[in-house]
């Protein structure tokens, strides 16, 4: 990185190690070998070394009465944009900043995921998941010099602050009442519930080819849960809508099989999990 170029940044920390190995990483776009890096990519972890290296040598010992919070370590990632760096005055960094917010933040953890993904992949880590806004515990922006953002520092940054209009929207939504019934029994989660949730997370998250395999499985899940479910009737016309939707969601999901789907695939996937999210909501509706 040019030490006269300033170079914006997003940082965010999350109340656990991320997982990949500190340090720096160059991030290229996609099935693009000997295109320049966009980004550079800095993971670190923060806090609880001492606690960590106590337990390792006392693995087993009485547990305390009242037990104090076990210190956890945060992972920290800076995701540097390398490949539009502001080469003008810092006047010209200034003005970005001041306009810089959510949308910036947003770009930045698609970067932040694809990275957790292939560390997922490569380590057959099921249980590494991609983070969301929500998940942060801090989200800062800014710009800086070279290896200054690198380093963790910067010229000028802000710190962005979660939008009050979602914490409204989470708290409308909280479904405590299905969460109890859940937990207790009364009620059971559709399997086509959870497969519809992988196939957005694929496909938020720029794999079209693997939400177009997931949704088919979701897809004829929901056709066969939806049909025998209590409020099936109530669902008729959800129903019949999303038979309708099983062949253009087979011939992208075997179109996923040969290779990159085409726009016309990727757009047949993105409405189909779009009208077979709207039916579980409305299935939800219906039992509240």
Not at 97 to 109: C, F, P, R
Not at 266 to 282: C, H, K, M, N, P
Request: hydrophobic share 45%; aromatic share 4%; glycine share 8%.
């Amino acid at each position: 990185m040019s030490a006269s170029s300033l170079f914006r940044f997003v940082q965010v920390e999350l109340p656990w190690a991320l997982g990949p190995p500190d340090g720096r990483y160059l991030v290229r776009a996609a099935d693009d070998t000997g295109a320049p890096p966009t980004h550079v990519l800095v993971f670190a972890t923060l806090g609880a070394p001492e606690r960590r290296r106590l337990a390792a040598r006392r693995r087993q010992r009485d547990a305390e009465a009242e037990p104090e919070p076990v210190p956890v370590a945060t992972g920290r990632a800076t995701v540097i944009d390398v490949g539009a760096p502001i080469s003008g005055a810092e006047a010209e960094a200034e003005a970005w900043l001041a306009g810089a917010g959510e949308d910036d933040l947003q770009a930045a953890l698609a970067v932040l995921n694809r990275a957790l993904h292939s560390f997922r992949v490569i380590t057959a880590d099921p249980y590494l998941q991609p983070v969301g806004r929500g998940q942060t515990l801090v989200a800062r922006i800014g710009f800086g010099a070279g290896e200054e953002v690198a380093e963790g520092r910067w010229s000028a940054a802000k710190e962005l602050t979660m939008p009050e209009g979602r914490r409204r929207r989470a708290r409308i939504l909280a479904p405590q009442a299905r969460l109890a019934a859940l937990l207790g029994s009364r009620e059971s989660a559709l399997v086509c519930e959870e497969l519809t949730l992988r196939a957005r997370s694929d496909l938020d998250h720029g794999r079209p080819r693997e939400a177009a395999l997931q949704l088919l499985v979701a897809l004829d899940a929901a056709l066969a849960e939806l049909t025998a479910d209590a409020h099936a009737a109530e669902l008729a016309g959800r129903l019949e809508e999303l038979r309708g939707q099983r062949a253009p969601v087979a011939g992208a999901a075997q179109a996923a099989l040969s290779g990159p789907l085409s726009t016309a695939n990727t757009d047949a996937v993105t409405f189909a999990l779009g009208r077979v999210e709207a039916a579980l909501r409305a299935r939800a509706a219906a039992g509240a």
